[in-house]
């Protein structure tokens, strides 16, 4: 079924044309001004399912990519007229969809556009018609839940993330933007991303759970980081300037005070992580280690015992 020829438009027509080209040949083809004619009949149903596929612009890549015979195998009934919205356009004609049910007015009331879908021995009922169609798609599609993990640096400048999402045979690529400052089991929603409807409904929602990854220099306390820096014994009793990397790969110069304390704390404002909340930034926290060497020099233990000596 070529769906451009259907509609009378060429490969390139653009979403306005196939729209206007469906107005015209629906009001055409419509089965209330075509009473018993099953032959504008079939030719309705036909345009309504090439109208749903040229209007969405994932299923018409899909259709330019594969063709027509490929696009029959992948996609369903359902699946060509999910999310597909002729409301718009039928309404022109009387129709209304409200409450899930599909209601008649007018000339469409017996006989017309509303017996179109109705099958011999359901009572009346629209088994394949819009009708049954618009009730099976309040049935929503399940939601998902996948992890994603993030790294410090991230958490520290936010991030687009590409996420691959099996779609049966296909593969769908989804964008999500991870804001600055965001902590693990935080849990993002993507509205729209989850499991198709089993009946033809709105999908389920995409829920990521945030987990941000050890980093193997800087520990994370809330929008605060601390780290461990080793310096020589001397250092911390003498004092001195030494060099602290920070988690942007920046190397900032920094004062040991004199007869600094093992475990003492130096604090580096705003050189931590952004707020969740927007506020300010947090603190890089240096937790000072005095070296202990494992091995010394003749000329170091002479000193030292030297120092013993003197009670140091």
């Known amino acids: 079924m070529d769906y451009y020829k259907l509609l009378g438009v060429g490969k390139t027509a653009s979403p306005e044309e196939i729209k206007k080209a469906y107005r015209k040949l629906a009001l055409k083809h419509h089965p209330d001004r075509n009473k018993g004619n099953k032959e504008a009949e079939e030719q309705f149903k036909k345009i309504s399912e090439a109208y749903a596929v040229l209007s969405d612009k994932e299923k018409r890549q ?16 359902e699946d060509i007229f999910r999310n597909a919205d002729l409301g718009d356009i039928l309404r022109e004609f009387g129709i209304n969809f409200g409450g899930g049910r599909a209601s008649f007015r007018g000339a469409g009331s017996g006989g017309g556009f509303e017996d179109m879908f109705h099958q011999p021995g359901t009572g009346g009922r629209a088994s ?44 769908e690529k989804v964008s999500v933007k991870i804001p600055p ?49 080793q310096i020589p014994y001397s250092s911390a009793v003498l004092g001195a300037e030494v060099a602290v990397p920070t988690l942007e790969g920046k190397q900032l110069k920094v004062k040991v005070p004199h007869s600094c304390q093992p475990q003492a704390k130096l604090r580096l404002r705003k050189h931590g992580l952004p707020d969740s909340q927007g506020g300010a930034r947090g603190d890089l926290l240096v937790k000072i280690l005095v070296a202990v060497p494992k091995i010394l020099a003749k000329e170091q233990q002479e000193i030292l015992e030297k120092l013993k000596e003197l009670g140091l």
């Open 181 to 229: 400052g965001i902590e693990t089991g935080k849990k993002l929603r993507i509205s729209g991303k989850g499991s198709p409807s089993p009946m033809g409904g709105p999908s389920g929602d995409l829920y990521l759970l945030i987990k941000v990854e050890p980093h193997q220099l800087f520990t994370r306390e809330g929008s605060h980081l601390t780290m461990d820096l």
């Open 128 to 171: 394949h018609g819009f009708q049954d169609f618009r009730q099976q798609q309040q049935v929503k599609g399940n939601d998902l839940s996948l992890e994603l993990p993030i790294t410090l640096h991230e958490v520290l400048t936010g991030v687009e993330k590409t996420i691959s999402l099996g779609r049966g045979s296909a593969t």
């Open 62 to 77: 899909q259709y330019d990519t594969v063709g027509a015979a490929g696009f029959q195998q992948r996609y369903s009934q």
